[in-house]
């Protein structure tokens, strides 16, 4: 980050405030054992990163010890990234309850996962433009927006992903995930579907590959862009999939929200689910459900 010599200046040209409690002033590094060895908790690299970027690069079980928040200013360059960096499989990301806050820009993100058995729980994110984004090499859950041509060539490998018990408040995208087996459970989001990019119709959640379960989640739709329509759930290639025991809310209008859209998913089951939208569930011609009591 560039700071101007004049010093009385800072404060009208500082474009980006990066905001940490009081607590903040940790050793620098990207993590620090916690006590009695239970997990390694997260800090900012300074050195390295001149906004708040949590990496783990290795194995392992990591937690936070404090909230962390990114405010970009309106109009100011540099307000792409995310907050957790994971690159490594095997790890482990308990937030302890903390909340990762992002304000004045929905080109950041909470986390960033790439690697196989990746789990997160426990936590807040706030704000951002993407939640959680996991994926394993070739698995990318990009490639799945509803505007994009289905791909009949993706191997999915066993990445074995959980997100569970976090909530997510004034998201565009909570979750999306990419792989098989992948597990998206008990958590709340609030996701604002005011979202009208190129890559099609929002969503809350995209879950990309077969045989996920997606279970026990508490939806709140809002916003949507007038004539567009929303997805609370969105599934691609999801042979096998199970969707159960999830409620989906819409705060105002209900016309063009969807509870589930399903693309290029076979043998789908769905149970025991609560969904307000104006349109239950949508398949395409290549998808197929079955329900369940």
Request: proline share 5%; charged share 15%.
């Amino acid at each position: 980050m560039n700071i101007p010599h004049n010093t009385g200046a800072v404060a009208a040209s500082l474009a980006l405030a990066i905001v940490l409690p009081a607590i903040a002033q940790q050793p620098v590094g990207a993590a620090a054992p916690a006590t009695a060895g239970a997990c390694e908790v997260l800090h900012w690299d300074r050195a390295g990163f001149d906004k708040p970027t949590l990496s783990i690069t290795r194995a392992g079980k990591y937690c936070l010890d404090q909230d962390y928040e990114f405010a970009c200013a309106p109009l100011a360059h540099g307000c792409m990234g995310h907050l957790i960096d994971i690159g490594a499989s095997n790890v482990d990301v308990d937030f302890r309850g903390h909340t990762l806050r992002v304000s004045g820009t929905r080109s950041f993100s909470g986390v960033l996962g790439n690697g196989r058995n990746i789990r997160i729980h426990h936590g807040r994110i706030v704000g951002a433009g993407k939640g959680i984004v996991l994926s394993d090499k070739g698995n990318s859950p990009v490639g799945a927006y509803p505007a994009l041509p289905v791909s009949t060539t993706d191997v999915f490998t066993a990445t074995g992903f959980v997100v569970e018990h976090m909530q997510f408040s004034d998201v565009r995208t909570a979750i999306m995930v990419g792989g098989s087996g992948n597990q998206i459970r008990d958590n709340r989001i609030d996701a604002t579907l005011d979202n009208t990019a190129p890559g099609g119709p929002p969503f809350a959640l995209l879950s990309y590959g077969p045989a996920a379960r997606i279970e026990r989640n508490t939806f709140r739709l809002s916003d949507l862009t007038p004539g567009w329509k929303g997805y609370a759930m969105y599934l691609r290639s999801a042979d096998g999939t199970l969707v159960a025991s999830n409620t989906v809310q819409v705060d105002g209008a209900r016309a063009g929200t969807i509870g589930v859209g399903l693309s290029s998913s076979t043998d789908v089951v769905l149970q025991s689910n609560q969904i307000d939208t104006k349109t239950a569930t949508e398949l395409d011609e290549r998808s197929s459900v079955r329900q369940s009591r």
